[in-house]
T-cell receptor, first 108, second 114 residues
């Protein structure tokens, strides 16, 4: 019973923007959308979160569809250090429901 | 920079044995979490903990599991009688407050049940 669905893998060239999509068609009105990433052999690391409006921070941007059934994480300029598994997550109360993640490969 | 630490990094145990996984959250954080990640699968929420009580738990967190903050720094996850399917990476995380969105994760403990 997946709450979020993501492509298994994506590739990007270094220095180019990356758009990582996520579908969350069963999202409820109070669920927050979170993105975390996991580098090899490390724990997940916070990237960004939002509720309804688009969000920007130093790491990335989050574009949320008007109906909130999908969102896109945008890395403006991919670097080799951005190679990781990116998880789209719904936060319900204090429970975080991770998706299966998108493995991002950055090509030099 | 403060970080969440976990010990041991790898724990091997026999089926039916009890294991205790240890975590030291960031010192001024008040909310603590455990997650598990079976090899090749997604990260799954187990439990959240605040003020010496379980705040929320998932259906995975059954009577075999328990959590404790035995002192001012450690946060532990106990599995009473391990099963083969408990083999996974277990991650601890902490946040300063209940509704903080940035969870700080530890590096994980790999549990192998033989």
């Amino acid at each position: 019973d997946a709450k979020t669905t993501q492509p298994n893998s994506m590739e990007s060239n270094e220095e180019e923007p990356v758009h990582l999509p996520c579908n969350h068609s069963t999202i409820s009105g109070t669920d927050y959308i979170h993105w975390y990433r996991q580098l090899p052999s490390q724990g997940p690391e916070y990237v960004i979160h939002g509720l309804t409006s688009n969000v920007n921070n130093r790491m990335a941007s989050l574009a949320i569809a008007e109906d909130r059934k999908s969102s896109t994480l945008i890395l403006h300029r991919a670097t080799l250090r951005d190679a990781a598994v990116y998880y789209c997550i719904l936060r319900t109360g204090n429970q975080f429901y991770f998706g299966t993640g998108t493995s991002l490969t950055v090509i030099p | 920079e403060p970080e969440v630490t976990q010990t041991p990094s790898h724990q091997v145990t026999q089926m039916g044995q009890e294991v205790i996984l240890r975590c030291v959250p960031i010192s001024n954080h008040l909310y603590f979490y455990w997650y598990r990640q079976i090899l090749g699968q997604k990260v799954e929420f187990l439990v959240s903990f605040y003020n010496n009580e379980i705040s929320e738990k998932s259906e995975i967190f059954d009577d075999q599991f328990s959590v404790e903050r035995p002192d001012g720094s450690n946060f532990t996850l106990k599995i009473r009688s391990t099963k083969l399917e408990d083999s996974a990476m277990y991650f601890c995380a902490s946040t300063p407050g209940q509704w903080d969105n940035e969870q700080f994760f530890g590096p994980g403990t790999r549990l192998t049940v033989l």
